[in-house]
């Protein structure tokens, strides 16, 4: 299979240029790259709990996803997952499905297509909280979502990679928003994190949390942050420049050599 020829570098300039100076997050040349060689096939899959908007979402990035040059299909129903045909001949999932439940097979169908090479991408609840029974799927995402203290609130999010193609270029930044306490695998790739105050839950002061990670599920890349509650968060331009960037790095997964991504955090014995 063709390997795509990317200039990343290239890629960040531009989209630091024009996505973050100019408010919104632009088509980048690492996607005009992409559309030269193969139009990608992308599931969008949204459903859950609406509190997340998952509608309103899907306004958001579908459009954006097609401006790139993918293959966008729309779904509403996780029996997607099961049409093993469609599954194997994507290059990624995006999901927006909170606090639902999953199927053995179902699940099964989406682990199989991720660990064969599809890339998975999502933000906040859509991906972070939900399937809460299904601890296989999380094994699959890195992290779980277990608390946000105070609800809506303000606090900052830190970049804390700046050499990564999806936080290259920007700075730590403010939101209002929750702000997520998570379980995470500690081999995730951190990108961003968030550092909890004393103000709602005092025991958990200075508590540091991943908002933006990465990490390879098998064969395939998997992208997440826990930003995004709600439709309106994404007017925040480095918010929305993650998830465009993540969405573009997970799609890579076929046409790329899988990076090792495993940085354990514990002393070796």
Same mark, same amino acid.
């Given at each position: 299979?063709?390997?795509?020829?990317?200039?990343?570098?290239?890629?960040?300039?531009? &989209?630091?240029?024009?996505?973050?100076?100019?408010?919104?997050?632009?088509? &980048?040349?690492?996607?005009?790259?992409?559309?030269?060689?193969?139009?990608?096939?992308?599931?969008?899959?949204?459903?859950?709990?609406?509190?997340?908007?998952?509608?309103?979402?899907?306004?958001?990035?579908?459009?954006?996803?097609?401006?790139?040059?993918?293959?966008?299909?729309?779904?509403?129903?996780?029996? &997607?997952?099961?049409?093993?045909?469609?599954?194997?001949?994507?290059?990624?999932?995006?999901?927006?499905?909170?606090?639902?439940?999953?199927?053995?097979?179902?699940?099964?169908?989406?682990?199989?297509?991720?660990?064969?090479?599809?890339?998975?991408?999502?933000?906040?609840?859509?991906?972070?909280?939900?399937?809460?029974?299904?601890?296989?799927?999380?094994?699959?995402?890195?992290?779980?979502?277990?608390?946000?203290?105070?609800?809506?609130?303000?606090?900052?999010?830190?970049?804390?990679?700046?050499?990564?193609?999806?936080?290259?270029?920007?700075?730590?930044?403010?939101?209002?928003?929750?702000?997520?306490?998570?379980?995470?695998?500690?081999?995730?790739?951190?990108?961003?994190?968030?550092?909890?105050?004393?103000?709602?839950?005092?025991?958990?002061?200075?508590?540091?949390?991943?908002?933006?990670?990465?990490?390879?599920?098998?064969?395939?890349?998997?992208?997440?942050?826990?930003?995004?509650?709600?439709?309106?968060?994404?007017?925040?331009?480095?918010?929305?420049?993650?998830?465009?960037?993540?969405?573009?790095?997970?799609?890579?997964?076929?046409?790329?050599?899988?990076?090792?991504?495993?940085?354990?955090?514990?002393?070796?014995?």
């Amino acid at each position: 299979m063709m390997k795509l020829k990317i200039d990343r570098r290239g890629f960040l300039q531009k &989209s630091a240029a024009i996505g973050i100076a100019g408010g919104v997050a632009g088509k &980048s040349v690492l996607a005009q790259e992409n559309s030269k060689d193969k139009n990608k096939k992308v599931l969008f899959v949204h459903g859950g709990w609406e509190g997340h908007e998952p509608l309103l979402c899907r306004d958001i990035f579908v459009p954006w996803i097609r401006q790139q040059g993918f293959e966008v299909i729309v779904s509403n129903t996780l029996d &997607s997952y099961l049409d093993e045909a469609l599954m194997s001949s994507l290059d990624l999932v995006v999901q927006v499905w909170t606090m639902g439940e999953i199927s053995k097979d179902q699940s099964k169908g989406l682990r199989r297509a991720i660990l064969s090479g599809v890339g998975l991408a999502g933000w906040h609840g859509g991906l972070g909280d939900s399937f809460r029974q299904d601890v296989k799927y999380q094994y699959m995402v890195g992290g779980q979502w277990v608390a946000h203290p105070g609800g809506v609130i303000d606090h900052r999010v830190n970049i804390t990679d700046h050499e990564d193609p999806i936080t290259r270029g920007l700075d730590d930044f403010a939101m209002h928003s929750e702000q997520y306490y998570m379980h995470v695998d500690p081999n995730v790739k951190v990108l961003a994190t968030t550092t909890f105050s004393d103000e709602n839950d005092p025991w958990i002061r200075g508590s540091v949390i991943p908002v933006v990670w990465k990490k390879i599920h098998g064969k395939g890349r998997v992208f997440y942050t826990s930003l995004g509650h709600v439709a309106a968060d994404f007017d925040v331009p480095q918010a929305r420049a993650i998830v465009e960037r993540g969405i573009l790095w997970a799609a890579q997964s076929k046409y790329e050599e899988t990076p090792n991504l495993v940085s354990p955090v514990y002393p070796m014995i």
